[in-house]
């Protein structure tokens, strides 16, 4: 039996969730059975991301897109699957999924799997991307949501069956035996004695993380908590329309508040990081099923979240964390207090964290459904 050909396809290549996903699932496919490779669309510069890749072996191609519709990028992806004997393409994103269909499906006879990772994706989807959105779907080999919420999404907008649309959760590597960095050297390079506390959230400057919202609850924090620091990991990207660095860097600047919010940009040390934090917090418009959460989870850590899709997948009301509603940041100001005082809480609501995602989460079950999908389509 010959190994099994996969290619992975994502709009961009930058450090997201989907992006995480794919890079997650791509590197620890039995290479005894799979051979990974990835196409992408955009690349905004990224080199550490897309070297890891590279790194395990995973080969690249970057795909240029222009236009809503172009014709030549659908020859581009068709042009890969022949010269590389591409078996099955795992499209990530609707806008992945309907540029590889022509090159899956009729420029070629290959297996097409698509994954969606946001159900306000789904339900955003104008009503003539919708009714072509019903026409394609209708002839893929699988359909995969990464929460119940995202399948549900699916289903209803393009009219699939139930058995055509599963459900494979995010998952994440908790069981990494890779050696931490000393807490107190992190803490020592962000100036953070001792007695500080420190709330933390990973998302890139984009207006659908919310970042403004988090700064408005974390000022009236101060009034209240003056040994407290807001960790921000991430970073905006020029070219991008909805890039909202800029906007938090005036904020802070206006609001005083340079000295209490550290801006750390882009790090590959997130899990490290992660070990100074007391309390997670991501208050977002939306999500498909948070990466960062999950991470934060294995960590340990108690989370604050909006109360949107994706987030509340992830977060119980008062069993790991807390949620609160978009625009109260009263709300999100008191649950931040109330955690970041009360040590036992906390304790438990990280206790919680940690059992979720090892019952539910793990890359290792996520990586093996979607290996059972590729071999059952191949016949194997």
């Not at 297996?111 to 306000?120: A, I, N, R």
């Amino acid at each position: 039996m010959g190994k099994i050909n996969v290619l992975f396809v994502i709009p961009e290549l930058e450090k997201g969730g989907s992006e995480t996903l794919v890079y997650d699932i791509a590197k620890r496919m039995d290479r005894e059975l799979f051979n990974t490779s990835l196409a992408y669309f955009d690349f905004f510069g990224n080199e550490k991301f897309r070297d890891a890749f590279q790194v395990h072996g995973i080969r690249l191609y970057h795909i240029p897109r222009n236009g809503a519709s172009d014709f030549s990028t659908m020859q581009i992806i068709s042009r890969v699957i022949r010269d590389e004997n591409i078996d099955i393409v795992n499209a990530h994103h609707f806008v992945s999924m309907f540029y590889s269909f022509y090159a899956c499906k009729i420029a070629n006879r290959r297996k097409l799997v698509y994954t969606e990772h946001s159900s306000w994706e789904v339900e955003q989807v104008p009503l003539k991307w919708e009714l072509i959105g019903r026409l394609l779907l209708n002839h893929l080999d699988c359909v995969v949501g990464v929460s119940e919420d995202v399948t549900e999404s699916l289903r209803a907008k393009y009219r699939l069956q139930k058995e055509n649309a599963i459900t494979i959760k995010n998952g994440v590597d908790f069981e990494d035996k890779k050696e931490n960095r000393n807490v107190k050297e992190i803490r020592d390079e962000f100036g953070l004695t001792d007695d500080i506390k420190v709330v933390m959230t990973v998302a890139n400057f984009r207006k659908v993380k919310n970042h403004l919202f988090l700064l408005q609850g974390f000022k009236e924090l101060l009034k209240e908590v003056g040994n407290v620091r807001l960790l921000l990991i991430g970073q905006g990207t020029k070219s991008d329309p909805e890039n909202t660095e800029g906007a938090v860097r005036d904020y802070l600047e206006e609001n005083r508040l340079l000295d209490k919010v550290i801006l750390a940009g882009h790090r590959s040390d997130v899990r490290d990081l992660l070990s100074i934090a007391d309390v997670f917090c991501l208050t977002s418009y939306r999500e498909g099923l948070p990466i960062s959460i999950l991470e934060a989870m294995t960590a340990g850590l108690p989370v604050i979240g909006t109360n949107v899709p994706g987030i509340r997948d992830v977060v119980t009301h008062k069993q790991n964390g807390i949620l609160i509603e978009l625009g109260d940041w009263k709300a999100l100001k008191d649950a931040m207090l109330k955690i970041l005082t009360n040590k036992e809480l906390k304790c438990n609501y990280g206790k919680a964290s940690r059992k979720i995602v090892e019952e539910s989460y793990s890359i290792t079950q996520c990586v093996g459904r979607y290996q059972d999908i590729f071999l059952r389509l191949m016949g194997h």
